[in-house]
Nanobody, 123 residues
Framework: QVQLVESGGGLVQPGGSLRLSCAAS????????MGWFRQAPGKEREFVAV???????TYSADRVSGRFTISRDAKNKISLQMNSLKLEDTAVYYC?????????????????WGQGTQVTVSS
């Protein structure tokens, strides 16, 4: 049974930083894409960033590019470093895994999801 567990969310002031982590278990992820999505109240879930285990390809959404960095930290663990946080970054952030070697950016391509971690940016 594949499980994804996120950690690292919290409350931060505008301009601050947070680092989210996602630990994956219950499967072999060498050919998977691992992504981060977020969902703010009243809005649809949106793509944030993706990386692939085999090639290390990464993509970030335009609205976070240059501020957020996705990385593969260790076996079956990825992280999302978020800098220069803005009020509009407030959302529940989800880690997701897709059984494909391609850096997919649509939520429907993902097979497994974590429970989410809240990130609140507020002064």
């Amino acid at each position: 049974q594949v499980q994804l567990v996120e950690s690292g969310g919290g409350l931060v002031q505008p301009g601050g930083s947070l680092r989210l982590s996602c630990a994956a278990s219950g499967g072999t992820f060498t050919t998977y894409a691992m992504g981060w999505f977020r969902q703010a109240p009243g809005k649809e879930r949106e793509f944030v960033a993706v990386t692939t285990w085999n090639s290390g390809t990464t993509y970030s959404a335009d609205r976070v590019s240059g501020r957020f960095t996705i990385s593969r930290d260790a076996k079956n663990k990825i992280s999302l470093q978020m800098n220069s946080l803005k009020l509009e970054d407030t959302a529940v952030y989800y880690c997701a895994a897709a059984n494909t070697p391609f850096a997919v950016r649509v939520s429907t391509a993902y097979d497994y999801w974590g429970q989410g971690t809240q990130v609140t940016v507020s002064s």
